[in-house]
């Protein structure tokens, strides 16, 4: 029997099924978003149903488009169940494309079932017909409709999963290209199973009624696109919503971390630090257990942070952090108070004992490894350790006490722990008073200096001196440079220290030579922090200049320690020192560890025997002497003269003179005096010579 088609209904149809295929497109994207199962669950059932009546709809609308040379009309009851068979098929298209893991063999069998139901829904909708006789259909074409059923289905489960998020680029774009290639594919299986019909000449539809089929078709198809736009608009609307709660939702957890956690290494900072140890003293107090506070703080850090900058000392800081989290207990708390100071809140700790074991296991890790990529640095903390109830019952105090700790840990060498104990809150309270009396000893000119003679070690001949800054407090009294030089090296208050020293030492040299006085070069002690300011020689040198004193009156010692933690930046400066006409001595040799390398680069005028190798003339016999003589000849092998300190015997005065030493100073030969005093002391020089 010779059909037809009706090509405006045959296009509304085609386009009737691409809106539907974009309609699953963006109900798949919406499920995704959707965190709840419930919700997906009821996206799922409410999708299934716009799908299915989508799909169904462009079939009913191409069924509609065709037409025979007798009246057709279709049973109720039958596209009904082809309407349902295109719900239940949608709904577990929607099913398996928003699974969370969508694998090959499931994509196949989605495909496989999805596509029969399809085609059920094709060939049931043609049943409704009630051709008679039957309809049969040509095995090629029915084939090929089932094979198209699958395979578009198949695809379609491919693209709506991999367009599925709605943070990708161009997305609507996307969708609808992909929409437009499943129209095509949902049509072709129409249309090929309309080609494997054959209805027999002289047979009539049972189901004719006379409903006017232009008007069943309008109605169809307005009802079908009012359900898939509004479904569109809602899909819409609610993953715009979704999303912004998303963001809000990032955005607040993005607060709470910085409220909690530190940005840089992402431990809990101090906030939350304390409310920890709040609650672990509540638990404590209740369960009479102890707990152990353990405060770090990295020796030399500031050195590498002023020397290297502050992108080195953050990378030391967050390796620092990770190697910490790893020394302890998965059980204890690591925090970070800022700058370069970590806390360690340890639980239920049977004993101090087990805090100990605790601190040794964080040093010795510590001891292991280097701390960045860009430089082989190692960093060891000084640690300090309270203990609850023992040492304090408040967060506050513990903190108080277990700093306190630390400071004399790092006063103890550095690099080990100290549990707190009362006789260092003396101390501390002491050294808070030193901070405080620094700041006003400019302004109440506290400050003096004290120089020390140096004579040449043939005879009693002057050489030269060290200057030595003093400090005096009316309430503290007279304060050593052991104690006030390593509170103002942590404060940073050392720089303008040491640029005073520089100042007064050049008036003083002034004083002398308007005197008439001899000439004598005298050492000053240049400071770890000195050494990091970028512009130390040319303040120094317009300082000097200032006073009218040549540069070759002074010479500046640098510790062997403090020149060795930057070696590079060390010739550096001591290069830029000589090009100005300073001296240069490297002060306490032998206490650190020096590169022979690196002091035949240096190239310094002296080098000074530190005291502990003086002393050890005495104390140590042969294998003293032998230590003191191999320093001295290497010194001269490299043309520098040696400078030997603390000599406060005569039998190590002897065996330095045996031994070639060129200077030597110490109690035994002149003990730090005044200016004053030292200008007499060159006048009475000058007279007997």
């Known amino acids: 029997m010779q059909s037809s088609y009706n090509f405006w209904l045959v296009t509304i149809s085609f386009a009737v099924a691409t809106l539907a295929s974009y309609t699953a497109l963006n109900l798949t994207g919406r499920i995704f978003l959707l965190a709840t199962a419930p919700r997906r669950h009821a996206w799922r059932l409410g999708g299934a149903l716009a799908l299915g009546v ?35 098929a949608s ?12 694998t090959p063999g499931r994509l196949l069998t989605g495909g496989v079932v999805m596509g029969i139901g399809i085609a059920g829904m094709h060939y049931t909708g043609m049943a409704a ?7 049969h ?3 090629g074409w029915f084939a090929a409709s089932i094979a198209i059923a699958v395979g578009a289905s198949s695809a379609a489960l491919w693209m709506a999963r991999a367009l599925s998020n709605e943070q990708q680029r161009h997305i609507a774009s996307k969708r609808l290209a992909a929409a437009l290639v499943m129209g095509i594919a949902i049509s072709g299986m129409h249309y090929a199973g ?5 209805f027999a000449p002289g047979a009539i539809c049972g189901a004719a009624n006379g409903m006017h089929a232009q008007w069943l078709a309008t109605s169809v198809i307005l009802l079908t696109f009012a359900v898939l736009i509004v479904t ?13 709660l998303g963001a809000v939702s990032k955005l607040n957890g993005q607060i709470v971390r910085l409220a909690t956690l530190d940005v840089l290494t992402g431990l809990p900072n101090r906030a939350t630090l304390t409310e920890r140890i709040e609650r672990a003293i509540s638990g404590a107090r209740r369960q009479r257990t102890t707990f152990a506070v353990l405060f770090m703080d990295l ?64 040093l010795e890790r510590m001891r292991q490894g280097t701390w960045s990529d860009e430089q082989p640095l190692q960093v060891m903390p000084s640690i300090g350790i309270a203990l609850y109830p023992r040492d304090g019952d408040s967060v506050e105090t513990l903190l108080k006490h277990a700093d306190a700790a630390m400071y004399e840990a790092k006063r103890a060498g550095r690099g080990t722990y100290r549990f707190f104990e009362r006789a260092m809150n003396e101390a501390a309270t002491r050294t808070l008073k030193i901070q405080q009396v620094l700041h006003e000893a400019f302004a109440n000119d506290r400050f003096s200096l004290m120089f020390q003679p140096k004579f040449h070690g043939g005879g009693d001949a002057l050489a030269g001196a060290e200057a030595l800054i003093r400090l005096h407090d009316p309430e503290l009294g007279a304060l050593t440079p052991l104690e006030f030089i390593p509170v103002a090296e942590r404060s940073g208050q050392i720089v303008q220290i040491g640029y005073w020293v520089v100042r007064e030492t050049c008036r003083r040299i002034r004083g002398w030579i308007e005197q008439g006085l001899p000439t004598m070069k005298v050492a000053i002690n240049l400071s770890p922090r000195q050494l990091l300011q970028p512009e130390l020689v040319e303040t120094i040198l317009d300082i000097v200049s200032a006073e009218g004193v040549a540069c070759e009156q002074i010479m500046f010692e640098i510790t062997e320690t403090v020149a060795m933690q930057d070696a590079a930046r060390t010739v550096e400066v001591i290069r830029a020192f000589q090009q100005c006409g300073f001296d ?3 002060d306490d040799f032998g206490t650190g560890y020096s590169s022979l390398a690196y002091l035949q680069r240096f190239r310094a005028k002296q080098l000074k025997i530190d005291r502990f190798f003086t002393h050890g003339l005495d104390a140590n016999g042969t294998a003293g002497s032998a230590i003191v003589s191999a320093i001295i000849a290497l010194a001269h092998s490299l043309e520098m003269d040696v400078v030997a300190e603390g000599v406060e015997t005569q039998s190590q005065l002897d065996k330095l003179r045996s031994m070639m030493c060129d200077e030597m100073q110490g109690f035994l030969l002149g003990q730090p005096i005044s200016a004053d005093d030292f200008g007499e002391m060159l006048r009475a020089r000058m007279m007997t010579a």
């Open 299 to 362: 020796d030399g850090f500031k050195t590498i942070n002023d020397s290297l900058g502050h992108s080195a000392g953050d990378a030391v800081l967050s390796a620092f952090a990770q190697r910490l989290q790893q020394c302890v207990r998965s059980s204890d708390t690591v925090a970070r108070l800022g700058g370069d100071e970590f806390v360690v809140l340890a639980e239920e700790l049977g004993s101090a004992a087990d805090a100990a074991a605790l601190a040794d296991g964080v």
């Open 137 to 139: 259909y040509r095995p």
């Open 194 to 198: 309309m080609a494997a019909a054959d």
């Open 584 to 586: 240069i001595s490297i």
């Open 91 to 102: 709904y577990l298209a929607l099913s398996l494309t928003t699974q969370q893991r969508l």
């Open 54 to 88: 989508g799909i169904w709809s462009m079939h009913f609308v191409a069924m509609l488009a065709f037409s025979l040379p007798i009246p057709l009309g279709y049973d109720l009851a039958t596209t009904a169940c082809s309407l349902a068979l295109a719900i239940g």
């Open 232 to 244: 569109l608009m809602l899909t819409r609307f609610d993953v715009r919503t979704t999303l912004l």
């Open 129 to 135: 017909l009630r051709m008679a006789p039957a309809i």
